[in-house]
């Protein structure tokens, strides 16, 4: 059972075009939800995260929009740079739970 | 800040076998994880541990141990190697409060031979 699906598994943008990743779940327990970005042959690292008291989180360059109502949200990575691409997992878990669910991961590449 | 060192990097074992990776971590945190994550899909979790002498399994528990043998350190043993396991093994830890940051290991890769 997946509990946390993303869209698409891989990517392309150009340099300076917004990229945007999707990502769905079931769980309507779930109530954070972070993103983490992995670069090849590193580990993930956080990049941003949103509970649902607000539809949008915004750090930089980087947004999360977030619709309750349809159990979906979205990462924009506006004016992409090639230093962006990477592997980027959607992730949720609800209060009072330790267990991180892990989407698939889409795959981005940002061309110069 | 902190590091979690996760050992070996890399670890060839023999169909069949019991092999195991070992993490310790020094940002006093309570919660560890581990995690396998093969090529292209996303991070399924092994077990888990909320504090020290404490053990959850994950969604992907069959065919592995795992031991908290302190606050600082969490093995995971894979009972009986298989070549459909190479996969990279990732050990990350927080703190004991939901809805927080997991920082991650740099990952020990299994070769099953």
């Known amino acids: 059972q997946q509990q946390v699906r993303q869209s698409p598994q891989s990517l392309t943008v150009w340099e300076g075009e917004t990229a945007i990743l999707n990502c769905s779940y079931e769980?309507?327990?779930?109530?954070?939800f972070p993103w983490y970005w992995q670069f090849p042959r590193e580990s993930p690292a956080l990049l941003i995260a949103?509970?649902?008291?607000?539809n949008k989180k915004e750090d930089g360059r980087f947004t999360i929009f977030f619709n309750k109502r349809e159990k979906k949200l979205s990462l924009h990575i506006t004016d992409s740079q090639p230093g962006d691409s990477a592997t980027y997992f959607c992730a949720a878990t609800n209060t009072g739970n330790y267990k991180y669910v892990f989407g698939a991961g889409t795959r981005l590449k940002v061309i110069a | 800040g902190g590091i979690i060192t996760q050992t070996p990097k890399f670890l060839i074992g023999q169909e069949g076998q019991k092999l195991t990776l070992k993490c310790q971590q020094n940002?006093?945190?309570?919660?560890m994880y581990w995690y396998r994550q093969d090529s292209g899909k996303g991070l399924r979790l092994i077990y888990y541990s909320i504090t020290e002498n404490d053990l959850q399994k994950g969604d992907l528990s069959e065919g592995y141990d795992a031991s908290r043998e302190k606050k600082s350190s969490f093995s995971l043993t894979v009972t009986s190697a298989q070549k459909n396991e190479m996969a990279v093994f990732l050990c990350?830890?927080?703190?004991?409060?939901?809805?927080?940051?997991?920082?991650f290991g740099e990952g020990s890769r299994l070769i099953v031979v």
């Open positions: 990350a830890s927080s703190i004991m409060i939901s809805g927080n940051t997991l920082y």
């Open positions: 769980n309507s327990a779930f109530d954070y």
């Open positions: 949103i509970r649902p008291v607000s």
């Open positions: 940002f006093n945190h309570d919660t």
